[in-house]
């Protein structure tokens, strides 16, 4: 008889990020359901099933787990690239008008939301009392500040700003705009679908941030 062929096992080096995944998830779900403070590594580590000192061995403390949990929130399950490495990312900077690269920037933004959310309440809520949660948002906020700055430059290379609305106003703006808060307000307290609040992030955002086709037609005087 003929033995099957056994595939080839996972190497080592998926076994450990696989198996950090499963950690991290286990703190995602466990810091969204009962808050930052209420989850001790302990209750994480039982969720995971791994050892406690398996988790502070391949994270070191509890903030630094809630920094890569918001991390991979970012990235998603299975990459290891920020947004501004993804494909997604090429495509927004080639959209060849204002309309395809919001429509680009909103809709995957928007899947990053519904991941990362849930965490961003969960930390603002702790970071009122908890010093670990309050570095752990101010380090966030400089991060989504960092990327926002980037998409506003790669746009406004392309596109016009509006007059009276500089660098910093539009980055200000985009910051408010397509914030984890204002998603959770709208989708999660006030049941929007998130196709209504992709549609009203990207006019709000070509309406108050840029010169829009409709701007140009009203400005050229009408032809005889």
Known sequence: MVRPVKPPGLSRVERTRRNRERMVDAAYGLFVARGYTATTMADIAAAAGVAEQTLYYAFGSKPQLLQRTYDLAVTGPGSALPPEQQAWFRRFQQADSLSAALTLLVDNVG?????????????????????????????????????????????????????????????????????????????????????????????????????????????????A
């Open 111 to 223: 899947t990053v939301f519904a991941r990362t959310a849930p965490l961003d309440e969960m930390v603002r809520a702790a970071a009122v009392a908890d010093p670990a949660a309050a570095d752990a948002r101010r380090a966030t906020e400089a991060m989504r500040r960092h990327a926002w700055s980037v998409m506003v430059d790669r746009m406004s290379a392309r596109f016009e700003l509006r007059a009276g609305v500089d660098r910093t106003a539009a980055i200000d703006s985009m910051l408010v705009i397509m914030s984890p808060t204002t998603y959770n307000t709208m989708v999660t307290e006030y049941g929007w679908s998130l196709a209504a609040w992709s549609a009203w992030c990207r006019r709000l955002l070509a309406e108050q941030l840029f010169v829009t086709p409709a701007d140009s037609a009203a400005d050229r005087p009408d032809e």
